[in-house]
T-cell receptor, first 114, second 118 residues
Framework: AQSVTQLDSHVSVSEGTPVLLRCNYSSSYSPSLFWYVQHPNKGLQLLLKYTSAATLVKGINGFEAEFKKSETSFHLTKPSAHMSDAAEYFC????????????FGTGTKLQVIP | EAGVTQFPSHSVIEKGQTVTLRCDPISGHDNLYWYRRVMGKEIKFLLH????????ESGMPNNRFLAERTGGTYSTLKVQPAELEDSGVYFC????????????????FGPGTRLTVL
């Protein structure tokens, strides 16, 4: 079984300050982990993915995430928030034991204050 | 290259009516997925096609939902008859089949269809 917990449903930051969106996972197998972003009226876009290579993963738009097996975490960070980062972010876990059966977190809405 | 497209973008129907959602995956993608997000809840898997075959339909909520992918190209998801609890956003995604590493394959998502059942 696998599950994903996004610890914050809403996060609010000021423009130019760091962003931290938290994600903890549970998986019986070696997981693949993803962060997706959804802007209003748009589809889900892949930000980055971890697939058992480097534990620090860099994604698009300056985002990165670190896979920490000991903490079962895959938190998403960005050094400096931009207004265009305001969106909803989803942490997703997929296990290698099957055909991409993915489990989504409940999402974190990021608000960026000017 | 066109992304995953979904039609319609919004649908408002009355309880008991029928609605058909359509998804056009990225050309060449054998894998096609349907997901649903009910308001306030997480996005949940409904089913997975590999070409025209249903690989996994364990997430389909009940027999009022019927998904097809004739010819292995576009897919339809029909809800008949619709109930109030079917309201939500229905997402479609597609991915390539990279042999040996299926879980690494990025899924490309469409913008979703927002279904409202009154």
């Amino acid at each position: 079984a696998q599950s994903v917990t996004q610890l914050d449903s809403h996060v609010s930051v000021s423009e130019g300050t760091p962003v931290l969106l938290r994600c903890n996972y549970s998986s019986s197998y070696s997981p693949s982990l993803f962060w997706y972003v959804q802007h209003p009226n748009k589809g889900l876009q892949l930000l980055l993915k971890y697939t058992s290579a480097a534990t620090l993963v860099k994604g698009i738009n300056g985002f990165e995430a670190e896979f920490k097996k000991s903490e079962t975490s895959f938190h998403l960070t960005k050094p400096s928030a931009h207004m265009s980062d305001a969106a909803e972010y989803f942490c997703v876990v997929s296990y290698s034991g099957g055909y991409q059966k993915v489990t989504f977190g409940t999402g974190t809405k990021l608000q960026v204050i000017p | 290259e066109a992304g995953v497209t979904q039609f319609p973008s919004h649908s408002v129907i009355e309880k008991g009516q029928t609605v058909t959602l359509r998804c056009d995956p990225i050309s060449g993608h054998d894998n096609l997925y349907w997901y649903r997000r009910v308001m306030g809840k997480e996005i949940k898997f409904l089913l997975h096609f590999v070409k025209e075959s249903k690989q996994d339909e364990s997430g389909m909520p009940n027999n009022r939902f019927l998904a097809e992918r004739t010819g292995g190209t576009y897919s339809t998801l029909k809800v008949q008859p619709a109930e109030l609890e079917d309201s939500g956003v229905y997402f479609c995604a597609s991915s390539q089949d990279r042999a040996g590493f299926p879980s690494y394959n990025e899924q490309f998502f469409g913008p979703g269809t927002r279904l409202t059942v009154l």
